[in-house]
């Protein structure tokens, strides 16, 4: 089951990375970038057992926060002209937040229950 893991990790620090180099043309790009360069940094420190059970942990919550945050009222779909742009775009950045926040849950509880089990 570890290599299971450490396999999804791989495949998530290479998604976090394209989807950090996709931000360029993002109104905000340092920021965006930033948040992915992190998830690509704590996912591969998962697959390389460098991080504790707190990191990917708080990142997580931190992720779940912003999902919060920037999720519009309306959800008006992802595709340009479903919708108003702005409210497109936020649920875009919710939603790549929502998705950061699942993966670092997940390895933090992997870290969480490997360690108890250990």
Request: aromatic share 18%; no cysteine; charged share 15%.
């Amino acid at each position: 089951m570890e290599k299971v893991f450490k396999f999804s990790g791989s495949i998530f620090s290479v998604l976090f990375l394209i989807t950090a180099g996709l931000q360029y043309n993002d109104p905000d790009p340092a920021l965006w970038i930033s948040i992915y360069l992190i998830a690509t940094v704590v996912t591969l420190g998962y697959v390389f057992n460098k991080v504790s059970f707190f990191i990917p942990a708080i990142f997580g919550v931190l992720a779940l926060i912003g999902f919060f945050y920037l999720m519009p009222e309306t959800f008006e779909g992802f595709t340009i002209g479903q919708g108003d742009i702005k409210n497109i775009e936020e649920a875009r950045e919710a939603f790549g937040l929502l998705i950061t926040a699942i993966v670092m849950f997940m390895f933090a509880l992997r870290i969480r229950f490997k360690n108890k089990s250990s």
